[in-house]
């Protein structure tokens, strides 16, 4: 079957350390992955997109990595603060189309000063 | 421009109630959806469209009906209210594959 996982136990680090974040699926091909932000009663909001030609990508203090021999995402936060402590969720497409958005459990990640 | 706006925020049904969750973007998006999200489990795909006139199945369709009769609204029905259907309900549009979420209704079936 067709599975996204990310790490349900919480990521707890120090402020100033970069914060690595894992997504691993199996059963897909996807053409790109995405990431997204979720504050607690808020929607999500997307932050990156990566295709599956490109290795990596940047955004400010955010990376994201994309294996697709691996099948794994890796996304990073540089320099942490405590603001950046949210949900941070890994989304990609589902086989035979672009109409069915696949999002992965989250991984709750807390910046501590 | 307000983005994906969904009302109620928030409801309490009973058992066998029926209503009806407003989706409505103002970015002229043709592609909208509805998800819940329970916890541990993420957001699931129910019901999706990407255009008027045209919707499709997600991953738990079971228990929900959508239409799409203008660009800018996305209703999901509950037609006889479960307790399993308890949730947070997210509506999002999207375009050149980046999702646009509502603020979500946390709806509560007793």
């Known amino acids: 079957s067709q599975k996204i996982e990310q790490n349900s136990e919480a990521l707890n680090i120090q402020e100033g350390k970069t914060a690595t974040l894992t997504c691993n699926y199996t059963?897909?091909?996807?053409?790109?992955l995405q990431w997204y932000r979720q504050d607690p009663g808020r929607g999500p909001v997307f932050l990156l997109l990566?295709?599956?030609?490109?290795k990596e990508k940047r955004k400010e203090r955010l990376k994201v990595t994309f294996d697709t021999t691996l099948k794994q995402s890796l996304f990073h936060i540089t320099a942490s603060q405590p603001a950046d402590s949210a949900t941070y969720l890994c989304a990609l497409f589902d086989s035979g189309g672009y109409n069915k958005l696949i999002f992965g459990a989250g991984t709750r990640l807390a910046v501590h000063p | 421009n307000a983005g994906v706006t969904q009302t109620p925020k928030f409801q309490v049904l009973k058992t066998g109630q029926s209503m009806t969750l407003q989706c409505a973007q103002d970015m002229n998006h043709e592609y909208m959806s509805w998800y819940r999200q329970d916890p541990g489990m993420g957001l699931r795909l129910i019901h999706y469209?990407?255009?008027?006139?045209?919707?499709d199945q997600g991953e738990v369709p079971n228990g929900y009906n959508v239409s799409r009769s203008t660009t800018e609204d996305f209703p999901l029905r509950l037609l006889s209210a479960a307790p399993s259907q308890t949730s947070v309900y997210f509506c999002?549009?999207?375009?050149?594959?980046?999702?646009?979420f509502g603020q979500g209704t946390r709806l509560t079936v007793v």
């Open positions: 469209s990407v255009g008027a006139g045209i919707t």
């Open positions: 999002a549009s999207k375009f050149a594959g980046e999702a646009f």
């Open positions: 059963n897909y091909s996807p053409a790109y």
């Open positions: 990566i295709r599956e030609n490109e």
